[in-house]
């Protein structure tokens, strides 16, 4: 997937644990780990928002992207409705 997760880079840069967070945020150390893995098919702007806040960054500082000429082919499965 070219959309990769950053969190831990940022974790480590807070000094601030997994754990830490997913408390601080209100989510459960398995969904937080559960996002670090990238396991995840998406994230609610809200608990996105208290991950920045939480940390102090933007979303671009917890997610990456490496382009993929196949992102532009097809209909997302998902995203239709």
């Given at each position: 997937m070219p959309v990769r997760i950053t969190l831990d880079a940022m974790l480590s840069r807070r000094g601030m644990t997994a754990r830490e967070l997913a408390a601080t945020v209100g989510i459960s150390e398995t969904q937080m780990s559960?996002?670090?893995?990238?396991k995840v098919k998406g994230i609610r702007f809200r608990t996105l928002?208290?991950?920045c806040a939480a940390l102090d960054c933007v979303p671009g500082d917890l997610l990456d992207y490496?382009?993929?000429p196949d992102d532009l082919h097809?209909?997302?499965a998902d995203a239709e409705g």
């Open positions: 559960l996002f670090r893995s990238g928002a208290r991950l490496h382009f993929d097809g209909a997302d």
